[in-house]
């Protein structure tokens, strides 16, 4: 399990290196010298963070999961997102905001489908995690248009504050 733990984590240090020095070498798109020195960096990251990278288990190494979290990127975090800006330039033009902070319970079961959520959260205009009750798993989110009507059904009914994203999260990585 530590051999596996070290190739993913030196795996993923390489491919990281590769992503941000593309195309500053003349060897496909980069040079001997950076792919040498980029192996031994991943080697070096690889043996400090396996620990860090890879907690308990592999599941995330699915590529089911990787293309579960693809189409919920593309079909449904893009246009949420694309929808929230629009909504929010609606409201600083007309002054229509009513902010608040509302408690969220998305019964997630680990910490890697509750940091997705609240990164979702965090990335869609209007909304900001802000808190994570770590004995609930609830999530205090601040939301720029907090309507009485959702306030009411808060926290178990949260599809008013971030729609569908907590049963993406719970799909792709619980």
């Known amino acids: 399990m530590k051999a596996i733990k070290f190739l993913v984590s030196a795996c993923v240090a390489f491919l990281l290196y590769l992503l941000l020095t593309t195309a500053s070498g003349s060897l496909f798109l980069w040079s001997r010298e950076e792919l040498i020195i980029g192996a031994?960096?991943?080697?070096?990251?690889?043996?400090?963070?396996k620990d860090m990278v890879v907690k308990k288990s592999l599941r995330m190494l699915d590529?089911?999961?990787?293309?579960?979290?693809?189409?919920?990127?593309?079909?449904v975090f893009l246009p949420a997102m694309a929808i929230a800006n629009v909504d929010v330039v609606y409201r600083v033009i007309t002054g229509r905001i009513n902010p608040g902070i509302v408690k969220i319970s998305p019964n997630l079961g680990n910490d890697l489908s509750l940091t997705l959520l609240a990164n979702s959260i965090t990335l869609t205009p209007g909304t900001l995690s802000v808190e994570v009750d770590e004995k609930t798993n609830d999530l205090y989110v601040h939301w720029i248009n907090v309507k009485k009507q959702a306030?009411?059904?808060?926290?178990?009914?949260?599809?008013?504050?971030?729609?569908?994203?907590?049963?993406?999260a719970r799909r792709i990585a619980g």
Do not use: N
Request: net charge positive.
């Open 151 to 168: 306030l009411e059904k808060m926290p178990r009914d949260y599809k008013a504050v971030c729609g569908s994203f907590p049963d993406w």
């Open 40 to 49: 031994v960096f991943a080697i070096i990251v690889g043996m400090v963070t």
């Open 63 to 75: 590529p089911r999961r990787a293309l579960l979290f693809v189409a919920y990127f593309f079909a």
